[in-house]
């Protein structure tokens, strides 16, 4: 590849030598890999899954890429684009967390949301994510990305990870997919390597740090940390791990991945590289703390939030499938959120340490006598299974997701939930001979409609 930096292609010689990274150059200018991960809580298209991942039960390399946007399946969260070699977070938690007790994690820098849907899939029931991203602007993609996947566990902030500070040890799993120089991302992304310096190298370097600082103290004793980026340079990757042991008393753990998959696995971290692995460069680390943390920590009710009585939470219920697991809550601008019973005193902690947070998930707003349900409910496994709905085919699914209103014949009066391949996708109310499409039209399709 000839318009790799001149200082990027001799580090990589000298890690590699002279004939494997000739091998590794090649890769970068072959066939990018396409993969998928699916929802295990949602239908995916009933085909069963060709040509699997290894690392990932529910991944899946496709024969070519599709338009993603013009697919419904994708648009209802019954799948997430996702690159493969990131998949392995999800192998290396489950290899060092116990499965039979529910998780609490943290995903501390997660937009656009790739491993929070990972995490969510893969942790044992009963479990909590929280899924941090501090950049403002990228808050939004991964609050979408969470509502398409449509899991009730999942809850989101929007805060530097210095501000979880007063939650010492409160984590089973903490994931720091660091920001990083991106050299994996080389042949997805030729902006990656105009932006790709030594010194940008060091500053990632920096703020990997710094991040980790913040990230390690949060971890449980017995919890596991891991480490993430999509990098090959030791900078950002194995002297993370020196930084580590420096300054925290950590233990790196290990696990030996089947050699078949042909992951460059050495002193307990993985690296994947493009001409070895199919997928794109990416290097990962798992780490125990060494002592216990953490304790007793202070509990405060949701302020931006009224707790609804029983008696005001009835249209909110019967919208879901099993209203008796959640307390109801309504914030400033009308909408109800539902939020599982038996995460209060974890959200009181966590509102006590990081003041806004954004829990549950939104069910709807109450107008009159009516309730007119959240677009995000329309994408919810909590929802009621028995409501009105009304399936549609590919064509009718993308003119509704473009917020246009083709024909639905013989559509009654009221709400009705259009789905596609059984999943729901958004919300119709028939008014007798039209109807109204709720999609929001900040989610709506821009493209055109083959
Ligand atoms: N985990 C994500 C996924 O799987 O979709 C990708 C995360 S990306 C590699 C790193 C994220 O860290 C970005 O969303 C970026 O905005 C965020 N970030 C940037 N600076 C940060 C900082 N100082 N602390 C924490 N996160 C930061």
Redesign the pocket.
């Known amino acids: 590849m000839s318009n790799l930096p001149a200082e990027f292609r001799q580090r990589m010689q000298v890690q590699l030598g002279q004939k494997e990274s000739l091998s590794f150059e090649n890769a970068l200018t072959g066939t990018i890999p396409v993969s998928i991960q699916r929802n295990p809580y949602k239908n995916s298209d009933g085909t069963r899954i060709n040509r699997p991942v290894p690392w990932h039960a529910d991944g899946e390399y496709l024969p070519s890429r599709p338009v993603f946007t013009l697919d419904p399946d994708f648009q209802a969260g019954a799948y997430y684009v996702q690159e493969a070699s990131?998949m392995f977070v999800g192998w290396l938690a489950r290899q060092h967390l116990p499965q039979n007790r529910p998780w609490k994690v943290l995903?501390?820098?997660?937009?656009?949301?790739?491993?929070?849907c990972l995490l969510a899939s893969i942790m044992p029931a009963g479990s909590l994510l929280v899924s941090n991203?501090?950049?403002k602007n990228?808050y939004g993609i991964l609050k979408y990305n969470l509502a398409k996947w449509g899991l009730a566990n999942c809850w989101t902030t929007n805060l530097?990870?210095e501000r979880f500070t007063n939650l010492t040890g409160f984590f089973d799993l903490v994931v720091v997919?660091?920001?990083?120089s991106g050299e994996g991302m080389f042949r997805k992304d030729p902006n990656a390597i105009k932006e790709w310096s030594t010194e940008h190298v060091e500053l990632c370097g920096l703020?990997q740090e710094?991040?980790l600082a913040a990230a390690a103290p949060l971890v449980s004793k017995d919890g596991v940390l891991i480490y993430s980026t999509?990098t090959y340079n030791r900078r950002e990757n194995e002297q993370q791990i020196e930084w580590l042991n420096q300054h925290q008393d950590f233990e790196v753990l290990d696990a030996v991945p089947p050699s078949e998959w042909k992951i460059n696995h050495e002193n307990s971290s993985y690296r994947f590289y493009p001409h070895q692995t199919e997928g794109e460069g990416f290097f990962a680390f798992a780490a125990r703390p060494n002592k216990g943390t953490g304790g007793r920590y202070k509990r405060k009710r949701p302020g931006h939030w009224v707790q609804l009585k029983k008696s005001e939470s009835g249209l909110a219920e019967s919208l879901l499938e099993n209203p008796e697991l959640y307390d109801y809550y309504r914030n400033k601008a009308g909408m109800i959120y539902a939020m599982e019973r038996r995460w209060t005193e974890e959200m009181e902690i966590l509102v006590a340490a990081l003041g806004r947070i954004d829990l549950g998930f939104p069910v709807g707003e109450v107008k009159g006598k009516q309730i007119v349900p959240a677009a995000e409910l329309a994408l919810h496994t909590a929802r009621r299974k028995d409501l009105a709905s009304y399936s549609v085919d590919r064509k009718t699914a993308l003119r509704l997701l473009k917020k246009e209103t083709p024909p639905l014949p013989s559509l009654e009066r009221g709400w009705h939930l259009i789905t596609y391949n059984g999943n729901g996708l958004l919300w119709v109310k028939g008014l007798g001979n039209r109807y109204n499409n709720y999609y929001p039209a900040g989610w709506r399709i821009r493209m055109e409609v083959q």
């Open positions: 990131s995903d501390l820098c997660a937009a656009p949301g790739g491993k929070s991203e501090v950049i990228r530097d990870p997919d660091a920001p990083c703020r710094r991040i999509c």
